[in-house]
């Protein structure tokens, strides 16, 4: 079992609508939890940082974090073409162990 | 302006001859750590450091070496490359805390 999961999609969302990310994580220590985004050929850029239960808002992002279930998710509302790329679950368990899940495809259709 | 930089950004190398990755961050970051980036596996870590010549596995540290010598830098070393490393490599720095990391800009290396 990997330690950080996403569904690796793609997940085809219209213009306008929300996009919703899920991950899961297995160490229940972990504290914090991450969220970055990766365009074709490009290097991850971080978008969002939530570290306590509940929901966290940036813009048309939303991080959402439940310790209990283990679980991250990334909202993404109204939806833009620009929004179309690779987004990474990421979560720091330590000074050091940062890991990622696979990463989930997102396609914005006109 | 605040970076992390990565030499070279493409290089292709033939098996067995040793091969030196540089990373460097002008943020005064303590963190530092290298990944590799493989279709359908995503990014895994392959040792992470948390100040000068404190270093650490990764969950994929396997024919890789690192040092940490100055706290700018962080050089990824490949003694005796084989074609299963032929991949995207990532080095990134973060300060310390509960903080995400900042990447470079990537090292696409091909072994043959």
């Known amino acids: 079992q990997k330690e950080v999961e996403q569904n690796s999609g793609p997940l085809s969302v219209p213009e306008g609508a929300i996009a919703s990310l899920n991950c899961t994580y297995s160490?229940?220590?972990?504290?914090?939890f991450f969220w970055y985004r990766q365009y074709s050929g490009k290097s991850p850029e971080l978008i969002m940082s939530?570290?306590?239960?509940g929901d966290k808002e940036d813009g048309r992002f939303t991080a959402q974090l439940n310790k209990a279930s283990q679980y991250v998710s990334l909202l993404i509302r109204d939806s833009q073409p620009s929004d179309s790329a690779t987004y990474l679950c990421?979560?720091?368990?330590?000074?050091?162990?940062?890991?990622f899940g696979a990463g989930t495809q997102v396609v914005v259709t006109p | 302006e605040a970076q992390v930089t990565q030499n070279p950004r493409y290089l292709i190398t033939v098996t067995g001859k040793k091969l030196t990755v540089t990373c460097s961050q002008n943020?005064?970051?303590?963190?530092m750590s290298w990944y590799r980036q493989d279709p359908g596996l995503g990014l895994r870590q392959i040792y992470y450091?948390?100040?000068?010549?404190?270093?650490d596995k990764g969950d994929v540290p396997e024919g890789y070496k690192v040092s940490r010598k100055e706290k700018r830098n962080f050089p990824l070393i490949l003694e005796s490359p084989s074609p299963n490393q032929t991949s995207l490599y990532f080095c990134?720095?973060?300060?310390?805390?509960?903080?995400?990391?900042?990447f470079g800009s990537g090292t696409r290396l091909t072994v043959v």
């Open positions: 160490d229940r220590g972990s504290q914090s």
């Open positions: 943020m005064n970051h303590e963190y």
């Open positions: 450091s948390m100040n000068v010549e404190v270093t």
């Open positions: 990421a979560v720091r368990a330590s000074w050091g162990k940062f890991q």
């Open positions: 990134a720095s973060s300060p310390q805390g509960p903080v995400g990391y900042t």
């Open positions: 939530i570290y306590s239960n």
